[in-house]
T-cell receptor, first 114, second 113 residues
Framework: ETGVTQTPRHLVMGMTNKKSLKCEQHLGHNAMYWYKQSAKKPLELMFVYNFKEQTENNSVPSRFSPECPNSSHLFLHLHTLQPEDSALYLC?????????????FGSGTRLTVV | DQQVKQNSPSLSVQEGRISILNCDYTNSMFDYFLWYKKYPAEGPTFLISISSIKDKNEDGRFTVFLNKSAKHLSLHIVPSQPGDSAVYFCAASAGGGADGLTFGKGTHLIIQP
């Protein structure tokens, strides 16, 4: 399988639940990203990992917790979310941080918090 | 405050005509600009880019123009085809991209037959 794969595609969770989003890439890329797309808002960068090390945390609330066990996998652990966290969460990867045009995005996880 | 702005949420163009999508930015440190295209239920895919040292980049039916003094860029699609109907995102990066890409809200382009 090639490209960036995100699971699940859709997720509905209660505010007291704990869930995780998964992202996997088979492109040999070294940088991975989490973006959030809310309705009528730009894609917002949440986290950046380069060679498994977190390099950016864009003031994201602690109820979102990323994990990057290796360069091919990226997780976003969710707990005690709020309804306003409902959004499309997109994972992307690139060869490295300077590879601006090489972002490959996954299809996203549509998250609904009830 | 949005650093990358796409002020037109949607644009409708007749098939065969030219589509012009606009994007403005506020951060003078941005030195690389990109356009991504997104179909429903899919992630954005890279379309075309331009470095700040250029004012035009062309790839087939797609041309991106950059006006640095106005902090404005535009994407021209000619001729427009039904398959071009999608959401187009403008994105920018600064300083080699270490901070990731900054995106606009997107413009939904609808090509009418």
């Amino acid at each position: 399988e090639t490209g960036v794969t995100q699971t699940p595609r859709h997720l509905v969770m209660g505010m007291t639940n704990k869930k995780s989003l998964k992202c996997e890439q088979h492109l040999g890329h070294n940088a991975m990203y989490w973006y959030k797309q809310s309705a009528k808002k730009p894609l917002e960068l949440m986290f950046v990992y380069n060679f498994k090390e977190q390099t950016e945390n864009n003031s994201v609330p602690s109820r979102f917790s990323p994990e990057c066990p290796n360069s091919s996998h990226l997780f976003l652990h969710l707990h005690t979310l709020q309804p306003e966290d409902s959004a499309l969460y997109l994972c992307a990867s690139s060869q490295d941080l300077t590879d601006n045009y090489g972002y490959t995005f996954g299809s996203g996880t549509r998250l609904t918090v009830v | 405050d949005q650093q990358v702005k796409q002020n037109s949420p949607s644009l409708s163009v007749q098939e065969g005509r030219i589509s012009i999508l606009n994007c403005d930015y506020t951060n003078s440190m941005f030195d690389y600009f990109l356009w991504y295209k997104k179909y429903p239920a899919e992630g954005p895919t890279f379309l075309i880019s331009i470095s700040s040292i250029k004012d035009k980049n062309e790839d087939g039916r797609f041309t991106v123009f950059l006006n640095k003094s106005a902090k404005h860029l535009s994407l021209h699609i000619v001729p427009s085809q039904p398959g071009d109907s999608a959401v187009y995102f403008c994105a920018a990066s600064a300083g080699g991209g270490a901070d990731g890409l900054t995106f606009g809200k997107g413009t939904h382009l609808i090509i009418q037959p």
